[in-house]
């Protein structure tokens, strides 16, 4: 069965946040394809009664810190004599490294943080690996120094393990947003998830982190569905599975037409017809190098207005 | 030890530029290209020279002016636009073939038939002028595996150089990647090469699972331009890669060559 964990909220430090804030964030981290929320033991306090202990797992300090109501605890602290006893999570950095695994067999429950550069491997070799040494099934946990981490997780997860990663990759671990999304085009894996929530999720975390999310992130970023060059909005227009790989409204986007240095005639046709003007279909062609013209002399794309401006000159004949 | 040598196809003044709001000047263009030639960059391509006459005039100054770097064009699967691609006197000519059914049947509105008679006539036209040609499997990702085996293997028939892996929409996954070349290169095809996009956050590990599978290179772009999620970034790829394959540039030359880049995307 498939299990994520998302541990966000035990990267930030939410200490400063309004209550407010941090427990809607926890509730639409809740809903957008993690099955477990891991925080550090003063965050759940702060979260009270909103907090939902059968998916919350704890980030101890130390292996005999008391957690009143919630099961489940994780900590890179180990100590045999605690029970019941938390997840152990070790760091290994080095795919060769999984040679010394063997002495952990013994320990019950195992998060395994690392594996950067697994991707140089043949990693499903390496998975069936790390289950003979360990005669248990860890969790994993990618660190993302590679860029590979989203999809170690994915490839782990549909191996049938469990893992763990972070709202938009913060702190270095595994965007836990884009293995959802693999996982759902992949697997079909929770495909009512309503993931319309993620711009207010993106909202709240930049709130809460000061870290801004870039325009072109995977799955989250707002201009992931901008489209400019004319194969593309042609292709779009016939039909958007052409070019995008699910729909904008799936993640609470909308696609937006931008009119540039590589928008052809049936994108300015569009853009055009989206604002309202009407251009001859004869002048098209003159008003497209015009604005193929001035979008590389700004070294951008044309705001609404400078296309105007164009479509009216064009239109006039001036 | 001695490691796979693999190379990179940088694609930043072709696919990268298709980025919304990215409009390159000649200059610039003429500068990236040198950037990326000094750093050894194996193949640039270097536009798309069916989009304007200015286009072209900026790819043969690119041609004319590499001192190492193979040159190649992007061209539709339309012989006007192949004729304008060799206008440029490229060193290769890679001509882009949608595969996938969706974009056959709803981009195209055409068959398999045709798509097939209609490459082979763009693939002869463009190897009449005694340019190279490679061949992109547009939207390979969502495309029959049976289909592109045959169309691989036909392709080396027709002396095509190397075929393109493109995961057009950024769907695949690394096992999927690794098992998608592994088959094309079973069935005969001509060399590989991957061109991903990041949609998914895999462009790197997808990849670095092609090349695993014996891809013969990689298509990237600096800082990971791209539409929507961006390309594979060359960066990313060359620091994932650096343990496993022999790949220019060094990993500073890669780390340099994004600070450069950062400084011309960015600086207006």
Redesign the interface.
């Known amino acids: 069965m498939i299990k994520l964990t998302d541990k966000t909220l035990t990267v930030l430090d939410t200490g400063d946040c309004p209550i407010s804030a941090l427990t809607e964030f926890y509730q639409l981290l809740l809903k957008a394809g993690a099955d477990e929320i891991e925080m550090d033991w003063k965050t759940a306090q702060r979260l009270g009664d909103a907090l939902i202990p059968e998916r919350t797992v704890i980030a101890l300090e130390h292996p005999v810190q008391l957690t009143p109501g919630c099961a489940k605890r994780v900590c890179h602290i180990t100590d045999l004599m605690v029970e019941p006893r938390p997840v152990f999570e070790i760091q290994i950095n080095d795919v060769r490294e999984i040679s010394q695994l063997a002495r952990y067999a013994g320990y019950g429950k195992l998060r395994i943080t690392g594996l950067s550069?697994l991707?140089?491997?043949?990693?499903?070799s390496v998975f069936q690996q790390l289950r003979k040494r360990l005669s248990i099934e860890p969790e994993l946990c990618p660190i993302d120094e590679?860029?590979?981490a989203?999809?170690?997780l994915?490839?782990w997860v549909?191996d049938g393990g469990s893992g763990v990663g972070t709202f938009a990759?913060i702190g270095g671990y595994a965007?836990l947003e884009?293995a959802v999304?693999?996982l759902r085009?992949?697997r079909r894996h929770k495909p009512r998830l309503d993931l319309s929530i993620l711009p207010r999720l993106c909202e709240l975390f930049t709130q809460l982190s000061g870290v801004a999310i870039p325009p072109?992130?995977?799955?989250i970023?707002s201009?992931?569905?901008?489209?400019?060059?004319g194969?593309?909005v042609e292709?779009i227009l016939?039909?958007a599975?052409?070019?995008?790989?699910f729909s904008p409204e799936l993640v609470g986007a909308r696609r937006r037409i931008?009119i540039?240095?590589?928008s052809g005639i049936a994108s300015l046709r569009c853009g055009l017809s989206a604002l309202g003007c009407d251009v001859p279909e004869a002048k098209l062609p003159f008003l497209l190098e015009e604005v193929?013209r001035e979008?590389?002399?700004?070294?951008?794309?044309l705001s609404d207005g400078e296309v105007l401006a164009l479509a009216g000159k064009a239109r006039d004949g001036t | 030890m001695n490691l796979q040598r693999a190379y990179i196809i940088d694609t930043t003044l072709r696919d990268g530029?298709?980025?919304?709001?990215?409009?390159?000047?000649s200059e610039?263009k003429l500068r990236i290209a040198q950037m990326l030639d000094r750093a050894g960059i194996y193949q640039i391509e270097a536009g798309m020279p069916a989009?304007?006459g200015?286009e072209r005039q900026v790819i043969r100054e690119i041609v004319a002016n590499r001192a190492r770097a193979k040159i190649s064009v992007w061209s539709?699967m339309n012989p006007d636009d192949v004729r304008l691609a060799m206008e440029c006197r490229p060193d290769m000519i890679h001509i882009s073939a949608p595969v996938s059914y969706?974009?056959i049947y709803?981009?195209l509105?055409k068959n398999k038939t045709w798509l097939q008679k209609q490459l082979l006539d763009c693939i002869e036209l463009a190897q009449s002028g005694g340019f190279a040609v490679t061949v992109g499997f547009e939207?390979a990702s969502r495309a029959d595996i049976t289909f592109m085996s045959a169309l691989a293997a036909l392709m080396r028939e027709e002396g095509v150089l190397r075929i393109q892996f493109s995961d057009?929409?950024?769907?695949m996954?690394?096992?999927?990647t690794y098992d998608c070349i592994r088959e094309l290169i079973l069935c005969g095809s001509p060399p590989v090469t991957f061109h991903g996009h990041?949609?998914?956050?895999?462009?790197?590990?997808?990849s670095?699972?092609a090349l695993?599978a014996g891809a013969f290179g990689i298509e990237t772009t600096l800082l990971?331009l791209g539409?929507?999620?961006?390309n594979c970034?060359l960066e990313?790829l060359v620091?994932?890669?650096r343990?496993?394959y022999d790949l220019r540039p060094s990993p500073h030359d890669a780390q340099t060559l994004s600070r450069k880049a950062k400084n011309i995307f960015y600086t207006?």
Do not use: W
């Open positions: 550069n991707m140089s491997y043949d990693f499903q590679f860029g590979c989203a999809a170690i994915t490839e549909m990759g965007p884009e999304m693999a085009l992949a072109h992130k995977a799955v970023g201009a992931v569905f901008d489209v400019e060059s194969i593309h292709g016939k039909n599975s052409n070019y995008e790989p931008v540039g240095k590589h193929r979008a590389t002399r700004l070294s951008r794309a | 530029e298709q980025s919304p709001g990215c409009a390159f000047s610039q989009m304007s200015d539709r969706v974009h709803s981009k509105r939207d057009t929409v950024g769907v996954t690394p096992q999927r990041n949609d998914l956050g895999m462009a790197a590990a997808n670095m699972a695993r990971g539409v929507r999620a961006g970034d990313t620091l994932a890669a343990r496993a207006h």
